[in-house]
Each structure stands twice: as C-alpha cells, then as structure tokens.
C-alpha cells in the first residue's frame, strides 16, 4: 500500500500508472490516487509488461509517483476522428514556451503511431516525444489509457512538463538486425501492407517465418518485424493487427517500393551494458528519474534475461516504465520524433542545477549471465556472422553481375555497329559478282565467291535480326509461301550444288498464303535449308515441301542426315551435335523462339536415315487470302 500522507504536502506531482491488469483493477487504483491525491497528475496505459526498478513483471500494476520543485503540468485527453489530428490537437493545445517534454500514451490498436508524431510535429518538432502506445498482454483484443480516473479504449492522453530549469536527455536501443534478402513494399495503404514482393503479406511470413507463426500473428511473431531504413536510420515495424484479405497492419507506415528485410532479435548487443551505449557517462550523473518505455517484442524475446537491460538504470535513479506496442523518440540531432518498434527508449529526468559530480557507470556482473543465455548470444552471434557473409557474397555477386551485364552491353554495342559496317561492303561485293557475270560469264573462282558471299550474307541476316528485333515494330502481311521458297531455294541452290546436293521442292496449290512476319519466316526458312546444307550426306536430295491440312500450312523440310540423338537440346542455344561443322549452334535456337513467339509447332523426327523438321502454321484461314 502506497502512504498517500507521504505526498500531500507535494504540489507538483507526476503518476504515471502501468497496469497489466483488468480495466476494473485500473479503475479502482485511479480513484483510490485521486482520492488521495486530487491535485495530482495522473496518466496510465495497460501494459504487455511492468518496469520498476531492477525487476520486470507482468500482470501488475506500478504506480510511479515523481514529484518535481520547478515543474508544472497541463494534460489532455484527445479523440479526435484520425491519428494525425489527435497529434495536433495535443501540440496546439499543450505546449507552451518553456514546455520541455511531451509524455503520450495512445491506444494499441487503433491509433497510427507514425501519423500522430506527425501531427505533433506539424504544429511543433523541436518538443521531444515520449512514451508508447498501448499494450494488453498480447491479447490485441483492447486496451486501455487514462488521464485523471478516467479510462478510455480509443485516442490519446498526454501530459506536458513545463520549467525552465528541467533537464531532459533522451535515448533508445535498437539492437534488431536485418537478415536474409531484401523484399520490397507491392501494395500498401498507411500502415496496411497488402503484397510484399509478390506475396500476400500473411502469405510472406509464413513463406519465412512458417506456418505457426502466421497462424498465430500477431501474438507471435512481433518478434520479427520488417525492417526499413528512413534517413539513415533503422526502423522496425511490428505487425499488429492480422485481416481476413491476408494483408497485415503494422504499427507504423511503410511505402510502396520500401525495400525491407526480416529483422531479428541481436542478444549479444542487447545484453551489452545499455547505459554505455545510450548515455556518456558525464551526461547521466545528475539524472533524478529514468522512465523507459520498451518494445514488448523485447521481453517477449528474451523473457528471462530481459530484467539485465533495465538493471544498470536502476543502479543510477529511480526507474519505471512499460512494454508498449510501439514507442516514441525524440532525436535531438535530426530535431524529430521517430515512432519506433523493438527499441527500449530512455528519459532521463533532472531538475538539478550544480556542477556535476563524475561517477563510474555500473559495470554488469559477468556471472549474472546464464549458460542459457551465453547460447542464445553464441547462437546470435552465428546468425549475424552467416548473414554479414552471405550479405558480403551478394554484394560481390551483384558487382560481377553489373560488370557481366555492362561487358554484354558493350558486345551487343560492337555487334550492332559490326553489322552496320558489314552490309555496305557485302552488297558491293554481291553487285560486283552480277555486274562480272554479266559481263564475263561465270566460272568456277566466281561461283566460290558467290557461295561464300551468300554464307556470310545468311549469317548476317541472323545477326541483324537478333539485333533489331526489339527495336523495331514488325508488320504482319499475307504472304504467298510458294513463292517465298521458291525464291529462297534459288538463292541457296548454288551452295547446295557445291555440297553435291540437290533440293526437290513439292507444293499441293500453286499459291498457298499465310498472315506472318517475312523477316521472321526468312529466318526459319532459311536456317533449315543452311542446315540440310550442313548435315545432309553428300549425293543426296533435300526435300522441300507445303501443302494445306485442314486450317493449317505444313512446312516439311527432310534429308538423309545422321540421327539426331538430342531432339530438345538441337534447339538450344551454342549446341552442336557434330563439331565438325562450322558454325555457333544459334541458326535453331533463334528458329524456336521465332516459333513460340508466332505460335509455329515444331515437330522434329530423325532416324538412322532421315531427318525432318516439320512445322505447321496454324489457323491460317482466318487471316488468308483466297487461293
């Protein structure tokens, strides 16, 4: 029992109420301190967790009674109809010139932490923030605030410290690291995340997190928030409230193409001495109070040592707070209010006005530690050195990749200019052969010539093709097939001759059209004719043949060849069966793609004996021209 006598005498009195128990419990407290104390300021939050002193409990209630000399209140309760107004009305409403610290508690579930800093912040950010939203014990079913001895279960209550000589130093402890790769924001309204990259988001947490924990959020796995970076700094968002859609509201926004990782819980850090890493030691030695408003998500982490990281406060001055659903900060360098998830967040309070007096921080006891412990810190420490690793091989992966990517970027630069160069001189050298047989007659050097002109010219075509093809906008026109090859058989006819090889062509009509591409259909045409060319044994005939089945043009190109032994990997890209030949293996490759692109079935069938490769056109009839 409290002995209320001890505090009347007392004007300027601070309470602060952290109840982990029912609203009824609360209720009767309240009235019980304001009966005795009615000139006090009272505020209160239900609790996922109780600080007093060294210990940490849960399902109690701390009533922390700070009394000042030089400081007076003003409180206020606000609800209005969004986050950001109830930020602005307790900004426009309470602060004043010599305001020097701000103390909110929201509601857990309904208010967005991110949006009512905001509001404060636009009427005036040079106030530090601090205190935390509402928990109920990982219920997330309601919770609770009050002002006075009254409690409410939706908007904000907030009290203002004023003086001219309080000492206000604010700090927080993140200690939650990223790992695993980056994912990004798909879909998001606020602070409702709908797809994280390409997932639903209860559908990503159980991909990384498993099933259990997404059937179970947001009561488990708050431990494992997103992580973001905003202006250099880290900052998690816990999940607070599952959907039946399968999105997720988090405690505090996230934008759309936010790149996040899976933040996990570092022990070792968290187990370091938190006064040495939050505070130097000249600036905590007047401190009168400490109030530490912590993540639930760090008790829940790490239940049984957690009592370590409030210790050393204790040992300084009087110490008291709560495990929130989210805290807020106040960073003194960047002169803003950060809302923030996972962190233990530190006031340090002093009225005090003489010179300081310079004292050791306390050092932790090393035995304090349990061997459970010393695992789960040897267990992080593992965690964090495989994710550095793997983040350092990604890193060198995604240079080598650039430097890959920008080496195909100069090749295709080189070839595109190569095949510029080329066509110039290939057509003067093709003119010149007509203009010399025109004139003189062939013979056998310029038939050689001639071959291998219209060779390099094939390849030429190939290459052009691969090039461009993105870049130019391709018009579909009814073409009549029967010509196409005829004219295409008489440009290769003297290679083949020089092979010993004659071709055989066959056609069911005399004009049979089809609704397609030329280029790409001279493409596949004449890469099978180069390649019956190649491979056909010498002293033989290529056959050619086109004919109407149903709605559909069959193309038949056959020739006594060797068997192809790897009818999938004939169409891949660089593969040659028969080394001997000269060429890159890319003729049949570009043919597929050509074909899946334009719909073509292909059909290869090769024996001992014969080699055909087949393709039929489909539904021509709904694009052709009468024959």
């Known amino acids: 029992m409290i002995d209320f006598n001890k505090f009347k005498s007392h004007k300027n009195l601070l309470i602060q109420v952290f109840c982990g128990q029912s609203k009824d419990s609360l209720q009767k407290i309240l009235d019980e301190i304001k009966k005795n104390l009615p000139s006090s300021f009272i505020i209160a939050s239900s609790t996922d967790g109780e600080i007093y002193e060294a210990s940490v409990n849960t399902l109690s209630t701390i009533i922390s009674i700070s009394s000042f000399e030089n400081t007076t209140f003003k409180a206020l309760y606000v609800n209005e109809n969004s986050s950001f107004k109830n930020g602005i009305k307790i900004a426009k409403t309470l602060i004043e010139e010599d305001s020097k610290l701000l103390i909110c508690f929201t509601d857990g579930e309904k208010t967005n932490g991110e949006e009512f800093l905001k509001g404060i912040e636009e009427t005036n950010n040079k106030i530090p923030v601090c205190g935390g939203m509402a928990a109920d014990n990982a219920s997330f079913t309601q919770t609770f605030i009050a002002l006075d001895n009254n409690i409410y279960t939706k908007g904000a209550v907030a009290i203002v410290l004023n003086s001219k000589i309080l000492d206000v130093k604010t700090a927080f402890n993140f200690n939650w690291s990223a790992i695993g790769i980056s994912h990004k924001i798909d879909e998001v309204k606020g602070n409702r995340v709908y797809k994280i990259s390409g997932l639903k988001s209860l559908d990503f947490y159980e991909k990384y997190l498993g099933e259990y924990v997404a059937k179970s959020l947001p009561a488990t796995g708050i431990e494992f928030p997103l992580i973001v970076k905003r202006n250099g700094l ?169 430097y890959s990517q920008q080496l195909l970027n100069l090749q295709k630069q080189f070839l595109k200019h190569s095949v510029h160069e080329t066509n110039t001189p290939l057509s003067v050298i093709m003119g010149n052969i007509d203009m010399y047989k025109m004139e003189f007659g062939k013979n056998r050097y310029i038939s050689n010539i001639e071959i291998a002109m219209k060779t390099l010219f094939n390849i030429y075509d190939d290459l052009s093709y691969l090039i461009r093809k993105d870049h130019i906008n391709r018009v579909k026109h009814n073409i009549n097939i029967v010509d196409f090859l005829r004219s295409r058989i008489d440009f290769f006819s003297l290679i083949a001759k020089k092979a010993k090889l004659d071709f055989n062509f066959e056609t069911s009509k ?99 004996n014969l080699a055909s490769f087949i393709y039929t056109f489909k539904d021509i009839t709904n694009e052709n021209t009468p024959t």
Do not use: W
């Not at 596949?524 to 390649?531: A, E, G, K, P, Y």
């Not at 890319?586 to 059909?603: A, F, M, P, Q, T």
């Open 234 to 402: 880290s900052l998690a968002r816990a999940v607070i409230k599952k959907h039946k859609d399968g999105s997720l509201s988090f405690a505090g926004n996230l934008h759309k193409n936010d790149r996040v990782k899976l933040g996990f819980g570092n022990i070792e850090l968290i187990m370091n001495n938190p006064l040495k890493s939050l505070f130097k030691s000249s600036n905590i030695n007047n401190t009168q109070s400490f109030f530490i408003y912590s993540c639930m998500a760090r008790r829940r982490y790490m239940p049984n040592i957690i009592d370590l990281e409030i210790e050393p406060f204790s040992k300084i001055a009087p110490t008291s707070g709560f495990f929130t659903y989210g805290e807020f900060y106040y960073d003194k360098n960047k002169q803003s209010n950060q809302f923030l998830n996972q962190t233990l967040t530190v006031v340090a309070l002093s009225e005090k006005e003489e010179a300081f007096i310079n004292k050791e921080l306390p050092n932790k006891e090393e035995n304090q530690i349990s061997e459970h412990a010393r695992s789960l810190q040897a267990l992080t420490h593992l965690i964090q050195q495989s994710a550095n690793d793997y983040n350092k091989q990604s890193k060198e992966l995604e240079e080598k990749t650039l």
């Open 510 to 608: 005399k004009q049979i059209f089809i609704y397609f591409d030329e280029t790409k259909l001279q493409r596949i045409v004449d890469n099978n004719l180069t390649n019956a060319i190649k491979y056909t044994f010498a002293n033989n005939i290529i056959d050619v043949s086109i004919k109407i089945k149903e709605a559909d043009v069959i193309l038949k190109i056959s020739s006594p060849s060797k068997q192809i032994l790897d009818k999938k990997k004939i169409f891949e890209e660089y593969y040659q069966e028969q080394t001997s030949q000269n060429g890159f293996g890319l003729g049949l490759n570009l043919v597929k793609r050509i074909c899946e692109e334009e719909s073509v079935k292909i059909e290869l069938e090769s024996n001992e």
